[in-house]
């Protein structure tokens, strides 16, 4: 996938009354609860006081229960998906443009960008793409407290109310079935449903993942409160009937787990998944790699869109270079950090010499090497601890013969540790780093500004900055504000070089030749842009 056959069309900015629907409409909540702020717009600095809540989304009595989750889970379901890409791009720009203010000591102003910022990528489903979805039990309208579905409302103000999402526009028909045949399971249970820990009941929520065959998983979680474990044996037997023999077998369940906990959240370590029927995984394939999808693994939500964010990452990682009519190997080293079940750095594994993954949790790690296993990639190793722990140590041992150190990075919400941030800075090695961020306006842009700011004892970031080169884009989830975005950075020596080697080229003292041999194809576009000089001409 080439980036300049990103969407060709110019970005239109939002008209500002379109701007100010989407703020009466844009919910403050996630499907749990959970206070959000509107994507774009930067924190306030100031700290709400004790007791002081955000007020929810004034919605009319004429307004209906779908409509209100529907505008909680998609925000933007009453726009086209062009009006949504516009909406997005604008985001991301003003995002961004943050950086671009904080690097020139300006204070951030709009469309203030000292990079390229590509149009969005679109995905290329956009209805029913999630493969997994995690449905809530609780009181329903009707005041029924064994309905499955999503929240509206907040628990502190105790005015949740669980509604059902089948006319949710992301979520398949497949997720939809598996939640109301448990719905029907549990209303017919003789066991209550646990809607606070401390208040008693068991039945809590259910995950489903599918892929793009169909296959299905379902996970139960379930609290076991004071039953023993003979009690507790009977009721999955009853889960198992159900689901099997009973009228959940419409579901047609490739696999059914059953995890029982005390705790909100806790991994497979803290209480191991039962597989009570089935496999024990199901299958995904991008960009003709096989991926094992096990109950706890982490995997993009958007099938066909992660092949498009794993395709950019690769082309920005590793630029394509072909020779003699057929592609080359670019060599070197990558470096996966967070590398989660090994599918980024696998994609990338046939245009490098060796992949290296670093990745906190170890049954992740166990998938990684089994995926790396299963499609016969040979030159891939995975570290399982945390990267802040590994990571030092481990650039400092590297050796790159001269190739230097290309770096992957796609932390969670919470990105990188400082000293994650410290080691890849500090490695001249680096050249190359590529950052996928599902929030670049959340801690991810305390990274970017650390990666990129001048050297700082105090901090321990003595290390030579990288500078950002170029920003992509992409929508793994339409009907949302979220994007996710591959931000490019390279090192600032390089790129003093290049602009060094650009005006030599410019008085015909560099040959084109070696330029264009010296530079990634990303470089070389921004670098010419910057310039005023035409590709064309190299």
Request: net charge positive; proline share 6%; with cysteine.
């Amino acid at each position: 996938m080439a980036l300049v056959a990103a969407r060709s069309k110019s970005v239109i900015f939002v008209k500002r009354d379109l701007l100010r629907y989407l703020r009466k409409t844009f919910p403050r909540f996630l499907a749990n609860g959970t206070i959000v702020t509107e994507q774009g717009n930067p924190k306030s600095k100031k700290r709400w006081r004790k007791g002081k809540e955000k007020k929810p989304p004034s919605w009319t009595d004429d307004v209906s229960w779908e409509e209100r989750l529907a505008d909680v889970v998609t925000p933007l379901w009453r726009l086209s998906y062009d009006k949504q890409l516009e909406l997005k791009q604008q985001n991301q720009e003003k995002i961004l443009s943050q950086l671009s203010g904080h690097l020139s000591g300006d204070s951030p102003v709009r469309d203030k960008l000292s990079f390229p910022v590509l149009p969005v990528l679109p995905s290329p489903v956009r209805d029913g793409y999630r493969n997994k979805s995690t449905f809530s039990v609780n009181r329903g309208v009707d005041g029924n407290p064994k309905t499955v579905g999503f929240y509206v409302g907040t628990g502190r103000k105790g005015n949740i109310v669980c509604v059902s999402g089948d006319h949710l526009l992301n979520m398949p028909q497949k997720h939809k079935l598996v939640a109301r045949c448990y719905q029907d399971f549990i209303r017919l249970s003789s066991l209550e449903p646990c809607l606070l820990f401390h208040t008693g009941g068991h039945w809590r929520e259910i995950t489903v993942k599918t892929n793009k065959e169909g296959r299905t998983m379902a996970i139960v979680y379930f609290h076991p409160q004071s039953l023993t474990p003979a009690e507790v044996a009977v009721h999955k037997a009853e889960l198992v009937d159900y689901f099997t023999q009973g009228p959940g077998s419409v579901c047609q369940l490739d696999s059914l787990y059953f995890q029982e906990s005390s705790m909100t959240r806790c991994t497979h370590e803290q209480s191991p998944y039962q597989l009570l029927y089935g496999q024990p995984h199901i299958y995904e394939e991008i960009l003709g790699f096989k991926f094992r999808i096990s109950a706890d693994a982490f995997f993009q939500v958007n099938q066909a869109a992660a092949e498009v964010l794993y395709a950019t990452v690769r082309d920005l990682c590793v630029p394509n270079t072909e020779q003699d009519g057929g592609q080359t190997k670019a060599g070197g080293t990558l470096l996966d950090v967070c590398c989660g079940t090994g599918a980024m750095g696998i994609t990338i594994s046939p245009r490098v010499d060796k992949i290296i993954g670093i990745e906190l949790i170890e049954q992740a790690v166990e998938d990684a090497k089994h995926n790396a296993a299963l499609n016969n990639v040979l030159n891939c190793e995975f570290i399982s601890g945390k990267a802040e722990a590994v990571l030092p140590g481990l650039v400092s041992q590297l050796s790159f013969a001269g190739r230097g150190l290309t770096v992957v990075v796609n932390p969670a919400r919470a990105g990188l540790h400082h000293r994650v941030v410290r080691a890849l800075r500090n490695q001249p090695a680096i050249r190359r780093l590529v950052y996928v961020s599902c929030k670049p306006d959340g801690e991810a842009m305390r990274n970017f500004k650390e990666l990129c700011c001048d050297p700082n004892s105090q901090k321990k970031l003595t290390g030579e900055a990288f500078s950002p080169t170029l920003a992509v884009p992409v929508d793994m989830f339409p009907h949302t504000p979220h994007c996710e975005v591959v931000m490019l950075f390279e090192s600032c020596i390089l790129l003093r070089l290049q602009c060094s080697w650009c005006d030599c080229w410019r008085t015909q003292i560099m040959e084109p030749q070696i330029l264009q041999g010296l530079l990634s194809p990303a470089s070389l576009s921004c670098l010419c842009q910057l310039h005023g000089i035409s590709e064309e001409h190299i």
